[in-house]
């Protein structure tokens, strides 16, 4: 069976290296070490499906050098050194990185089609079940010898298992294991045929360009096929654009005490109607008190640093509040004030109109 020359895994050092050298870098910019940041992940070129699809192609081979965590990448970098200790000296460069490149692409496409629901996917491990699959068909032509071949058989079963197996209990990307899996074995088959022509001293060189052509026609077939508009893109991207400001979770969580707030001081409609002015004296100030927390509420949420699209729904929600305090204050005024009365419903009826508007937007 050829092999290179001097035995070298330049590749593989290489692949660890770039997988590291990315993983210290997103580190640095949040990505997180050992909880994981999916925001980071989207911004540097993991696998979403209505970016991927709707022209982010590149998305599926950056995936593979991207890691949800420090476990997720130690785990992955010793399997790849792993089988590349075998594969690449075995394989030589050009079918070597062709196996890790592709793969990745065909089972990152695998993901794609499963998930109905978009999902972040990254981690080279679909890569890395097309490079076991490689072995595991090299191992049903007898290419690899026997001594070899039981040496390696186990702790490749073992990586298999244990990844599928993990897929199913804790949510992992399944279907990019399985689809890398099947796609390496699929390229290992013809591999062995372009390794047994060359032993044969018959040409094979077209084998590798026409595992990357036929790679590239699916990827492209299947994007073309399942093309995501313009309009979602531009949607999902305005989300991450958003959600990448320090404030955002501070955000998030102020805007449901203020929906809590609000939704217990409208109780107050509810059981009584406008006569504001008619309320128990202690139900009242309870009233104007739920109002005044929603307003620190609202304040708080103006002065934090959020997107465009948070600012203006903080402006929303400050001058829903302050309407609803000014429309208190026309009611209670309307009852103290007979003699204007009706120039105060007048106001009171346009705040109202206010109010609602107010309200279409928070919905």
Same mark, same amino acid.
């Given at each position: 069976?050829?092999?290179?020359?001097?035995?070298?895994?330049?590749?593989?050092?290489?692949?660890?290296?770039?997988?590291?050298?990315?993983?210290?870098?997103?580190?640095?910019?949040?990505?997180?070490?050992?909880?994981?940041?999916?925001?980071?992940?989207?911004?540097?070129?993991?696998?979403?499906?209505?970016?991927?699809?709707?022209?982010?192609?590149?998305?599926?081979?950056?995936?593979?050098?991207?890691?949800?965590?420090?476990?997720?990448?130690?785990?992955?970098?010793?399997?790849?050194?792993?089988?590349?200790?075998?594969?690449?000296?075995?394989?030589?460069?050009?079918?070597?990185?062709?196996?890790?490149?592709?793969?990745?692409?065909?089972?990152?496409?695998?993901?794609?089609?499963?998930?109905?629901?978009?999902?972040?996917?990254?981690?080279?491990?679909?890569?890395?079940?097309?490079?076991?699959?490689?072995?595991?068909?090299?191992?049903?032509?007898?290419?690899?010898?026997?001594? +070899?071949?039981?040496?390696?058989? *186990? =702790? $490749?079963? !073992?990586?298999?298992? #244990?990844?599928?197996?993990?897929? &199913?209990?804790?949510?992992?990307?399944?279907?990019?294991?399985?689809?890398?899996?099947?796609?390496?074995?699929?390229?290992?088959?013809?591999?062995?045929?372009?390794?047994?022509?060359?032993?044969?001293?018959?040409?094979?060189?077209?084998? +590798?360009?026409?595992?990357?052509? *036929? =790679? $590239?026609? !699916?990827?492209?077939? #299947?994007?073309?096929?399942?093309? &995501?508009?313009?309009?979602?893109?531009?949607?999902?991207?305005?989300?991450?654009?958003?959600?990448?400001?320090?404030?955002?979770?501070?955000?998030?969580?102020?805007?449901?005490?203020?929906?809590?707030?609000?939704?217990?001081?409208?109780? +107050?409609?509810?059981?009584?109607?406008?006569?504001?002015?008619?309320?128990?004296?202690?139900?009242?100030?309870?009233?104007?008190?739920?109002?005044?927390?929603?307003?620190?509420?609202?304040?708080?949420?103006?002065?934090?640093?959020?997107?465009?699209?948070?600012?203006?729904?903080?402006?929303?929600?400050?001058?829903?509040?302050?309407?609803?305090?000014?429309?208190?204050?026309?009611?209670?005024?309307?009852?103290?004030?007979?003699?204007?009365?009706?120039?105060?419903?007048?106001?009171?009826?346009?705040?109202?109109?206010?109010?609602?508007?107010?309200?279409?937007?928070?919905?």
């Amino acid at each position: 069976m050829p092999q290179d020359e001097n035995g070298s895994l330049t590749l593989t050092y290489t692949i660890i290296g770039i997988n590291v050298l990315v993983f210290m870098i997103m580190g640095l910019q949040g990505a997180g070490v050992f909880d994981a940041s999916g925001l980071v992940h989207l911004r540097w070129g993991s696998n979403y499906g209505p970016l991927t699809a709707s022209g982010d192609w590149w998305r599926l081979i950056t995936a593979a050098f991207l890691h949800f965590g420090i476990i997720h990448l130690a785990i992955n970098l010793y399997a790849l050194f792993f089988i590349g200790t075998y594969l690449e000296p075995t394989l030589g460069k050009l079918r070597y990185i062709t196996v890790y490149l592709c793969s990745a692409v065909l089972a990152g496409l695998a993901s794609l089609y499963w998930h109905k629901e978009p999902v972040n996917s990254a981690g080279a491990t679909g890569a890395l079940f097309g490079m076991y699959g490689v072995f595991l068909a090299l191992l049903t032509t007898r290419l690899i010898p026997k001594k +070899v071949s039981r040496s390696f058989l *186990l =702790s $490749v079963l !073992i990586f298999l298992l #244990y990844n599928l197996f993990s897929g &199913v209990t804790r949510g992992i990307d399944l279907a990019s294991h399985t689809g890398g899996l099947l796609s390496g074995m699929l390229i290992g088959y013809l591999f062995a045929f372009s390794i047994n022509k060359e032993n044969k001293q018959q040409a094979a060189g077209w084998v +590798v360009p026409a595992v990357i052509i *036929l =790679s $590239v026609f !699916i990827c492209g077939w #299947y994007l073309q096929q399942n093309k &995501v508009s313009a309009k979602v893109r531009n949607n999902v991207l305005r989300d991450i654009k958003n959600d990448s400001y320090p404030d955002v979770d501070r955000f998030k969580e102020l805007y449901e005490q203020f929906v809590i707030v609000q939704d217990d001081a409208l109780q +107050v409609y509810h059981h009584y109607g406008d006569n504001l002015s008619g309320l128990p004296k202690p139900i009242l100030e309870q009233f104007k008190l739920k109002l005044e927390k929603a307003n620190s509420i609202a304040v708080k949420m103006m002065n934090l640093d959020v997107g465009e699209e948070m600012k203006g729904l903080a402006a929303t929600v400050n001058r829903y509040v302050e309407l609803r305090k000014k429309e208190m204050e026309l009611t209670l005024r309307i009852s103290a004030q007979p003699d204007i009365a009706d120039t105060l419903n007048v106001e009171r009826e346009r705040v109202k109109k206010e109010i609602d508007k107010e309200l279409l937007k928070l919905k």
